[in-house]
């Protein structure tokens, strides 16, 4: 911990990452499989805690993480039964669903969701998605992002 003149406490190992999607992952299948959502690059990963390769974040200490996701989707497909995005930890899964019965097909579209989970030292937590039926053409923007930090 460092303490300031003006007594404000920074901790620099204290895990906190932003990670986003580094380049567009386009046409997300449509056979009502997961596929991961590739968070690729990091704006900050305060104590090298989410692994870009495999868009992964493992807790290093067992406590209470919030965890922040905005998944920016292109062209949302009215045709699809439903979308599921799932933010997958150790412990459990959070689920947000789109039911796409609009007018027509959407070109842009936000979900997003906060999440405050318990984790164990070396739990992990993950992004998927999944469409089950329609066409295989949402994409997933660069403009989309995922952050944690732990709490207590």
């Known amino acids: 911990m460092t303490i300031s003149a003006n007594d404000e406490i920074t901790m620099p190992s204290q895990p906190a ?11 997300i299948t449509n056979d009502g499989n997961l596929q991961t959502v590739t968070f690729s690059s990091e704006v900050f990963d305060q104590n090298s805690d989410f692994n870009t390769s495999n868009y992964t974040f493992t807790a290093p200490v067992t406590g209470k993480y ?9 062209n949302i497909d009215t ?28 070109d842009r579209y936000g979900v997003q969701m906060s999440i405050l989970a318990d984790m164990d030292a070396s ?3 993950t992004v ?16 989309s992002f995922f952050s944690g930090s732990l709490i207590c």
Not at 17 to 27: K, M, R
Not at 66 to 74: A, K, T
Not at 128 to 143: F, P
């Open 17 to 27: 990452f932003l990670a986003t999607v580094g380049s567009q992952q386009n046409n």
């Open 123 to 125: 739990d992990t937590v």
């Open 66 to 74: 919030i965890f922040n996701l905005l998944l920016y989707l292109l």
């Open 79 to 106: 045709g699809a039964t439903y979308y599921s995005t799932q933010v997958i930890t150790s412990n459990r899964t959070y689920v947000a669903e789109i039911d796409p019965n609009f007018s027509a097909d959407l």
């Open 128 to 143: 998927q998605i999944l469409q089950v039926s329609g066409t295989s053409q949402t994409d997933i923007a660069t403009d």
